[in-house]
């Protein structure tokens, strides 16, 4: 069954140093996401492509984060500096159109900023 | 108000209970409703999606009250490997993905 990729599973670092997280959809699926989950609460979207272009990254903080998927495939999202309060997990997820019927999420990138 | 709203957890249940989570959304213009199923430390999988006419997957059966703008899903004859967090998720017009903050169920033997 195919699945949808992310590295690193786990990072720790020091606030104020950049971080950055990969991710590969399963092979087709025109639309990822990126969304942040923090501890006792639902996924929250970062920002959303359709092939290589962004499609909502209404609540991605542009200030530090960003986001490309320069060929339509893989995706990197990096946080530049990393603070505090971005200590979360981050997932990805695809699906294969905008339909979204259903969304295949990655195991995520636990991320803790110390 | 949020847009996606869930009942409070956790959920405490033995085995065998009959259990129901509600989810009311803000939007009116929602497209498509899901319930999404997220054990500890993992991902969230889809669970099922919710249509008008209501449906049903062995013990789950998930409704859409389109008037009262809620969703809801029910777990009969619980096992203790239902125990996770069960996601509510919306999609509105113009492709927007809404998750609940989620409701944790604990089945206890």
């Known amino acids: 069954e195919a699945e949808v990729a992310q590295s690193p599973r786990y990072k720790i670092t020091e606030k104020s140093q950049a971080v950055a997280f990969w991710c590969d959809p399963i092979?087709?699926?025109?639309?990822l996401y990126w969304y942040r989950q923090i501890l006792g609460q639902g996924p929250e979207l970062l920002v959303q492509?359709?092939?290589?272009?962004?499609?909502?990254d209404s609540q991605l903080p542009k200030d530090r984060f960003s986001a490309e998927r320069l060929k339509g495939v893989d995706s990197t999202l990096k946080i530049q500096p990393a603070e505090l309060g971005d200590s979360a997990m981050y997932l990805c997820a695809s699906s294969p159109d905008r339909s979204q019927e259903t969304q295949y999420f990655g195991p995520g990138t636990r991320l803790l900023v110390l | 108000r949020k847009e996606v709203e869930q009942d409070p957890g956790p959920f405490n249940v033995p085995e065998g209970a009959t259990v129901a989570f509600n989810c009311t959304y803000s939007?009116?213009?929602?497209?498509?409703f899901f319930w999404y199923r997220q054990d500890c430390r993992k991902e969230p999988k889809l669970l099922m999606s919710?249509?008008?006419s209501g449906n049903e997957d062995g013990r789950f059966t998930a409704q859409l009250n389109r008037a009262s703008q809620y969703i809801s899903l029910l777990i009969r004859d619980s096992k203790l490997s239902d125990s996770a967090t069960y996601l509510c998720v919306v999609h509105t017009g113009g492709f927007k993905t809404i998750f609940g903050a989620g409701t944790r169920l604990f089945v206890k033997a």
């Open positions: 919710v249509y008008s």
């Open positions: 939007n009116s213009a929602s497209q498509s």
């Open positions: 092979s087709g699926h025109a639309t």
């Open positions: 492509f359709q092939d290589e272009s962004v499609v909502d």
